[in-house]
């Protein structure tokens, strides 16, 4: 008798859905999407030109930027549906939605160490200043935290970051402690040298194959080309465009507005 042979089942991920999310700063609208649903696919990019209005609606999602009208919504792999446009963002990673920044403004004040230890604490009590038992801490999450550290190069986690290539890896790494089920990346290998964008992607496919979903914003479109499963396009503020990388790559309007003639 031959036996079943049954497909694994894909991962269940959860989705983010946008409906009419709009955002003006100083009477110029610089978001307005009508519906978008994010998570469909496990490695998902977003991109478009400088100013399309990317992480505007990235932080919109992640309620760092109220949105003027319209809604954002988490559809979890179980459990129900939450308003994440109503909730405060620092309840965000309670609900596994996570975001790196584009342009990072902190780890200036503790070591390495502290930091790491700092984010993988915070989302746990929601109660960042309240006083913790470092050592408890450690006990938990060094291992993890030393792990990582090792694989990104890092020598000394007493030292403070002081490039913005390491504070952009130790802000991945935090988003990492942090075990998310929604992960966005904005722009988290530029300014990289090639070997650490490797381990950044090798590392993104990592935890999309374990169930994470990835929204990824990036200028780098090599990363895009090969990272993603299905690509947005945005520009002046409208997502445009959905397809598999191939496509978007060779559209006329991804041409005209962003890639330019001779790119493929
Ligand atoms: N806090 C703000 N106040 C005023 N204007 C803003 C603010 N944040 C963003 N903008 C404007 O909104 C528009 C979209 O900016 P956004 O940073 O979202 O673009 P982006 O697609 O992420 O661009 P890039 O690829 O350069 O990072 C730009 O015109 C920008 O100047
Ligand atoms: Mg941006």
Same mark, same amino acid.
């Not at 809604?71 to 549906?81: A, C, H, K, W």
């Not at 970051?161 to 089920?181: F, H, N």
């Not at 496509?247 to 790119?263: D, M, P, Q, W």
């Given at each position: 008798?031959? *036996?079943? !042979?049954?497909?694994? #089942?894909?991962?269940?991920?959860?989705?983010?859905?946008?409906?009419?999310?709009?955002?003006?700063?100083?009477?110029?609208?610089?978001?307005?999407?009508?519906?978008?649903?994010?998570?469909?696919?496990?490695?998902?990019?977003?991109?478009? @030109?400088?100013?399309?209005?990317?992480?505007?609606?990235? $932080?919109?999602?992640?309620?760092?930027?109220?949105?003027?009208?319209?809604?954002?919504?988490?559809?979890?792999?179980?459990? @129900?549906?939450?308003?994440?446009?109503?909730?405060?963002?620092?309840?965000?990673?309670?609900?596994?939605?996570?975001?790196?920044?584009?342009?990072?403004?902190?780890?200036?004040?503790?070591?390495?160490?502290?930091?790491?230890?700092?984010?993988?604490?915070?989302? $746990?009590?929601?109660?960042?200043? $309240?006083?913790?038992?470092?050592?408890?801490?450690?006990? $938990?999450?060094?291992?993890?935290?030393?792990?990582?550290?090792?694989?990104?190069?890092?020598?000394?986690?007493?030292?403070? *970051?002081?490039? #913005?290539?390491?504070?952009?890896?130790?802000?991945?790494?935090?988003?990492?402690?942090?075990?998310?089920?929604?992960?966005?990346?904005?722009? @988290?290998?530029?300014?990289?040298?090639?070997?650490?964008?490797?381990?950044?992607? #090798?590392?993104?496919?990592?935890?999309?194959? *374990?169930?994470?979903?990835?929204?990824?914003?990036?200028?780098?479109?090599?990363?895009?080309?090969?990272?993603?499963?299905?690509?947005?396009?945005?520009?002046?503020?409208?997502? !445009?465009?959905?397809?598999?990388?191939?496509?978007?790559?060779?559209?006329?309007? !991804?041409?005209?507005?962003?890639?330019?003639?001779?790119?493929?």
């Amino acid at each position: 008798m031959v *036996a079943d !042979v049954v497909a694994p #089942a894909p991962a269940a991920r959860p989705q983010i859905r946008i409906e009419g999310a709009v955002k003006s700063f100083g009477g110029h609208v610089v978001v307005d999407v009508d519906e978008l649903v994010l998570g469909d696919r496990p490695i998902e990019g977003l991109i478009g @030109p400088n100013g399309a209005g990317k992480t505007t609606l990235m $932080r919109m999602i992640m309620h760092s930027i109220p949105l003027d009208r319209g809604s954002v919504t988490l559809r979890p792999v179980d459990g @129900p549906e939450v308003a994440l446009s109503k909730l405060p963002a620092d309840q965000m990673a309670r609900h596994g939605v996570v975001k790196s920044n584009q342009v990072i403004t902190d780890f200036d004040k503790l070591t390495i160490l502290d930091s790491l230890l700092l984010a993988s604490t915070e989302h $746990r009590y929601e109660q960042p200043y $309240r006083v913790f038992s470092e050592e408890l801490v450690f006990e $938990r999450y060094g291992s993890e935290i030393a792990r990582y550290l090792d694989y990104f190069g890092f020598t000394d986690a007493r030292a403070l *970051a002081l490039s #913005a290539g390491e504070k952009k890896l130790l802000d991945i790494i935090r988003c990492l402690l942090v075990k998310p089920s929604f992960l966005m990346l904005d722009e @988290p290998t530029a300014g990289l040298p090639g070997e650490l964008t490797e381990k950044v992607m #090798a590392t993104i496919r990592e935890i999309a194959a *374990a169930g994470t979903a990835v929204v990824i914003v990036e200028h780098d479109l090599n990363v895009i080309w090969s990272l993603c499963d299905e690509v947005h396009f945005m520009a002046e503020g409208k997502v !445009v465009l959905h397809g598999d990388p191939q496509s978007i790559r060779e559209h006329r309007t !991804v041409v005209e507005k962003y890639l330019g003639e001779g790119h493929v």
